[in-house]
């Protein structure tokens, strides 16, 4: 039996239960820096459905595709023309009916995003809103009347710089925008609006997809009297830079509102229609407090994801912390651990390890911990981060904060997947953004024929977490361990405990620790890390996995 066989077999039964995902592992697919099918230096869905064979070979079990609707692209697919329908930069429906049919071959779900809080400036929707006060769609973005001296009506801020207001000189009133000011924000109080995303999102069911990935989740609501946000009482360093004003407020008005939570539990009951599911993005002063908010008991989002882990903070005690306050405050609701995705400098560079034992141990480390893990494409190729000079940039984020924020496009660069091709086999177009040089060192040709390499180690590892049941569904706890360490337990009733310990430095680290009861080692190919009597030895970057009875 091949190993696809194998995974589709582990999914069929995995499926069979309502909450298999709390099993499954999320790959993200960012469709632009993917794979480019017709030769114009752009990924496209035809060819993220060509790779899908390599996307299934690795083990994960969902796929999780960023926007590829119809847009401006001033934002790259976060600013939203049509919902229904695809970008021709991405190719069109059918080729979209198609990538779903071949996921669905291969054993893969297909999870998208849904871009809800607000639009591109080009939607019909605002065209519409914004030609007067008094049309049927007036009232379906936030709008608001000057102050008696002409100022924005109040003091919120945009995330991507300066104030969250834009003046519009049609209406001659202010439209709010928490990002550029071509997305207008959307106003979710209006009910016409959230059916008119509910019917989005039901169309997208309708064609096969599995779920959907609630982008900026915490942004549908606003407070209707637009009170100021107060100072904060530290600067929020974790989800938005240092650079960046947008910290130095307490975000209690302009987001994370109240009211966004029965909105959450409309969209579940239309997902449960389909036994569809959904992973709603957190990025608030206390995200943690609100992704138990977001994925309480069974009627709201199935899983959250913040940005805790994606900050440039790793250590031993950063990480354990995270996991135990989250522990502490979700009882139901699930967690995507995330080290990586398309709007943070990659993780091998952010937290210092640019060596394929460092991106080996933290794919290790994630999968270890308790929740859904969600994987940024690239990182299984131990890949770090871009540099790309200010005359190629295109991240509007990069051109305003430049150069004490880069923006986003280190991380955005294309997949290196031919090392004997041009622009390593991702186009035969000069690609949107450079292909560097160690990236095209990194190629999955080179990768797939060395058997100690991060992409190998990758397959092997997220195959093996298959098989302990511990990883996949047992609570976890936390070992006192001096920092580089990290030691943490798995435990699921009927099974013996599995004992985790990590060294997240570039030394050897040895522990003499005298553990009873040890069964067996767990044997995960390339973990390194080993036990001679009460010494556990972990090289530089090492890991070691033992099983302990009850």
Known sequence: MNMHSQHKLSQDSANKRSDWWREAVIYQVYPRSFMDSNGDGVGDLRGITDKLDYIAKLGVDIVWISPFFTSPMKDFGYDVADYCDVDP???????????IKRAHELGLKIMIDQVLSHT???????????????NPKANWYVWADPKPDGNAP????????????????????????NFLTSQPDMNFHHPEVQNAHLANMRFWLARGVDGFRMDACIFHFHDQALRDNPPALKQNTTSVAASNPYGMQAHIYDNTRPENIAFLERVRCLLDE????????????????????YTEGEHRLHMAYSFNLLT????????????????????????????????????????????????????TLQLSLKGTPCLYQGDELALYEAEVPYELLQDPVGKIFWPESKGRDGCRTPMPWDHTRAHAGFSEAQPWLPLPEHHQQAAVSIQENQPGSALNFARTILHWRKTIPQLLRGAIAFDDMPEPLLALRRQLAGHPSVLAIFNLSAQP???????????????????RGEKAGSTIKLPAYGAWFGRLDQ
Do not use: C
């Not at 040895?510 to 973990?527: D, F, P, Q, V």
């Open 312 to 363: 440039a903070e790793h250590s031993a005690a950063y990480l354990r912390k995270q996991v135990e306050d989250f522990e502490a405050k979700v009882k139901n609701g699930g967690a995507s651990w995330s080290v990586g995705n398309h709007d943070v400098a990659r993780v091998m560079t952010r937290w210092g390890g640019q060596n394929p034992d460092f991106a080996k141990l933290i794919l």
């Open 154 to 177: 109040n003091n919120w801020l945009s995330i991507f710089g300066g104030s969250a207001w834009q003046w519009d000189t049609r209406r001659l009133q202010y439209y709010l925008h």
């Open 274 to 293: 389909y036994d569809a599911i959904s992973i709603g993005e957190i990025g608030s002063d206390d995200a943690l407090e609100v992704m138990a908010q």
């Open 509 to 527: 680290q040895e522990i003499n620790w005298e553990i009873t009861h040890m069964a067996s080692t767990l044997k995960g190919h390339g973990l």
């Open 89 to 99: 930069l991405f190719g069109n429906l059918a080729d979209f009916d198609a990538l």
């Open 120 to 134: 591109a400036e080009n939607h019909p929707w605002f065209i519409e809103s914004r030609s007067d006060k008094n």
